[in-house]
């Protein structure tokens, strides 16, 4: 290149065809790539000392190879998380290719004159290579097709599981293998992660403002307070990533405080199905192929229901805190009457009655226990199943109608419908025992208004 005439430019375009030769037969990125890098280099930088004439031509055929170059570079570059692990010499030299334009992009700026002549410097291939990332992201996590179905999952719970299983397995490979392929300077973990988190976190909104069946607002939450913090314990193991976690919070918070409402309701209902399903899992699924680690999977989850629980209850307003509380408390309390009046338990013997009322009233305790130290100041709730209990308990007719009366003064919103529901637990009452309990509770309760209603809402088939 030391001479410039018909010659050298026949030369040049000879080198020009090779190179794109090379790149079309897809020998040049396997094995070649960085000494083509460097050739161009040298060609571009070439460009001048020629005339304006001879710029033209030149520039345009080398343009065209960059052209396919950048395009076979960056088809790589979006499959990263699939070539990482299947061909990562193939990712490598993509990502080489990429260092080397930024490098000489980075060179070209830090010229105290840049020569005119190249205006295709700077060429920007680390933005172009934040665009492909995005779009890699985007499509990864819009291809559902490659989750297996669920079955009794709705369109809502497969996308979810989907975003979630694809964002941490895919991160896990960016942690793994891609990172270390790239200097520092590029954030490549930071840039992945945040990425991820944008588009999960978008879906996110979107399915919490749609309209959605209760299996499919738990399956939500439990993403966003559950699963998709364990997924951030992996970003904190990274660099250059605090803002992403921190949005990640704040994502938790605000759909957790938009749905709050639904879940004062419903809450009670879910834990007790999700229990009678575990339960049933563990009598008939003990030959299920992974039958302990989900029995020890959902043992861990009590604990971070529990918490769960709190957190749903964690308001800025310490009197809206309280309100929220005591509404859970009722709601408990009363779920728990509701199971008592299921007709669906009949005790014939003292001893019996004696452990279902010990029983009971040990739940009671916890209760009370677990709503007061949360902010509950219903107290007029903490008594009722305590009586319910010592009414199981008593063997006396003159005892128990005095606890039933004393029952009815308290709540004075029970009916004959009520305890006849609950009797049918004490199988050794006669019919004429059972009556007189029934009358004495109707004269009791005839003229009596509640003060705070807790059997009126509650229905008995």
Same mark, same amino acid.
């Given at each position: 290149?030391?001479?410039?005439?018909?010659?050298?430019?026949?030369?040049?375009? &000879?080198?020009?065809?090779?190179?794109?030769?090379?790149?079309?037969?897809?020998?040049? @990125? #396997?094995?070649?790539?960085?000494?083509?890098?460097?050739?161009?280099?040298? @060609?571009?930088?070439? @460009?001048?000392?020629?005339?304006?004439?001879?710029?033209?031509?030149?520039? $345009?055929?080398? #343009?065209?190879?960059?052209?396919?170059? $950048?395009?076979?570079?960056?088809?790589?570059?979006?499959?990263?998380?699939?070539?990482?692990?299947?061909?990562?010499?193939?990712?490598?030299?993509? %990502?080489?290719?990429?260092?080397?334009?930024?490098?000489?992009?980075?060179?070209?700026?830090?010229?105290?004159?840049?020569?005119?002549?190249?205006?295709?410097?700077?060429?920007?291939?680390?933005?172009?290579?934040?665009?492909?990332?995005? #779009?890699?992201?985007?499509?990864?996590?819009?291809?559902?097709?490659?989750?297996?179905?669920?079955?009794?999952?709705?369109? %809502?719970?497969?996308?979810?599981?989907?975003?979630?299983?694809?964002?941490?397995?895919? @991160?896990? %490979?960016?942690?793994?293998?891609?990172?270390?392929?790239?200097?520092?300077?590029?954030?490549?973990?930071?840039?992945?992660?945040?990425?991820?988190?944008?588009?999960?976190?978008?879906?996110?909104?979107?399915?919490?403002?749609?309209?959605?069946?209760?299996?499919?607002?738990?399956?939500?939450?439990?993403?966003?307070?559950?699963?998709?913090?364990?997924?951030?314990?992996?970003?904190?193991?990274?660099?250059?990533?605090?803002?992403?976690?921190?949005?990640?919070?704040?994502?938790?918070?605000?759909?957790?405080?938009?749905?709050?409402?639904?879940?004062?309701?419903?809450?009670?209902?879910?834990?007790?199905?999700?229990?009678?399903?575990? #339960?049933?899992?563990?009598?008939?699924?003990?030959?299920?192929?992974?039958?302990?680690?989900?029995?020890?999977?959902?043992?861990?989850?009590?604990?971070?229901?529990?918490?769960?629980?709190?957190?749903?209850?964690? &308001?800025?307003?310490?009197?809206?805190?309280?309100?929220?509380?005591?509404?859970?408390?009722?709601?408990?309390?009363?779920?728990?009457?509701?199971?008592?009046?299921?007709?669906? %338990?009949?005790? $014939?013997?003292?001893?019996?009655?004696?452990?279902?009322?010990?029983?009971?009233?040990?739940?009671?305790?916890?209760?009370?226990?677990?709503?007061?130290?949360?902010?509950?100041?219903?107290?007029?709730?903490?008594?009722?199943?305590?009586?319910?209990?010592?009414?199981?308990?008593?063997?006396?007719?003159?005892?128990?109608?005095?606890?039933?009366?004393?029952?009815?003064?308290?709540?004075?919103?029970?009916?004959?419908?009520?305890?006849?529901?609950?009797?049918?637990?004490?199988?050794?009452?006669?019919?004429?025992?059972?009556?007189?309990?029934?009358?004495?509770?109707?004269?009791?309760?005839?003229?009596?208004?509640?003060?705070?209603?807790?059997?009126?809402?509650?229905?008995?088939?």
């Amino acid at each position: 290149f030391c001479t410039w005439g018909k010659k050298h430019h026949w030369c040049k375009a &000879v080198l020009v065809m090779e190179i794109n030769e090379l790149i079309q037969k897809r020998q040049l @990125l #396997e094995a070649f790539l960085c000494d083509a890098i460097q050739h161009l280099f040298v @060609l571009e930088k070439s @460009l001048s000392c020629k005339s304006e004439e001879g710029l033209n031509t030149s520039q $345009k055929d080398i #343009e065209s190879v960059y052209e396919v170059l $950048k395009h076979k570079v960056f088809s790589i570059l979006k499959d990263s998380v699939l070539l990482a692990k299947t061909n990562p010499d193939l990712l490598q030299q993509a %990502v080489e290719a990429l260092k080397e334009q930024e490098k000489e992009d980075q060179n070209y700026m830090s010229e105290n004159l840049p020569d005119q002549n190249m205006q295709f410097r700077p060429r920007k291939w680390k933005e172009l290579w934040m665009a492909t990332v995005k #779009e890699s992201v985007e499509a990864r996590m819009k291809d559902t097709s490659r989750t297996p179905r669920t079955e009794n999952l709705s369109a %809502v719970g497969q996308n979810l599981l989907h975003m979630g299983k694809t964002m941490k397995e895919d @991160l896990t %490979v960016v942690a793994k293998y891609i990172k270390q392929l790239y200097p520092p300077e590029f954030n490549v973990f930071g840039i992945y992660a945040e990425l991820y988190h944008n588009y999960f976190a978008s879906e996110a909104k979107k399915n919490a403002e749609s309209h959605l069946e209760d299996k499919d607002i738990y399956l939500l939450l439990s993403w966003v307070h559950n699963f998709y913090p364990k997924i951030c314990s992996l970003l904190t193991q990274q660099t250059h990533i605090y803002s992403g976690q921190k949005r990640a919070e704040d994502i938790s918070k605000a759909v957790g405080e938009e749905l709050s409402h639904r879940l004062l309701k419903d809450l009670p209902a879910f834990l007790r199905s999700y229990r009678d399903a575990f #339960e049933d899992f563990k009598e008939k699924s003990k030959k299920h192929r992974y039958y302990k680690p989900i029995l020890i999977a959902n043992i861990n989850c009590c604990w971070n229901f529990r918490q769960h629980i709190i957190v749903w209850m964690m &308001v800025p307003s310490s009197a809206s805190q309280q309100a929220i509380v005591e509404k859970i408390h009722a709601r408990l309390v009363k779920e728990y009457i509701v199971r008592l009046l299921k007709r669906k %338990v009949s005790l $014939k013997t003292p001893a019996q009655q004696q452990a279902l009322a010990q029983h009971i009233s040990k739940n009671a305790a916890d209760l009370e226990a677990f709503c007061t130290t949360n902010g509950s100041q219903a107290k007029w709730l903490n008594s009722a199943l305590p009586k319910l209990a010592e009414i199981i308990r008593l063997q006396d007719l003159g005892a128990i109608k005095i606890e039933v009366a004393t029952l009815a003064t308290t709540y004075p919103d029970i009916r004959k419908r009520h305890l006849e529901a609950f009797l049918h637990i004490k199988a050794n009452l006669s019919r004429s025992e059972l009556k007189s309990i029934l009358g004495y509770l109707a004269d009791s309760t005839a003229s009596t208004q509640p003060r705070a209603p807790l059997f009126s809402n509650i229905n008995v088939s």
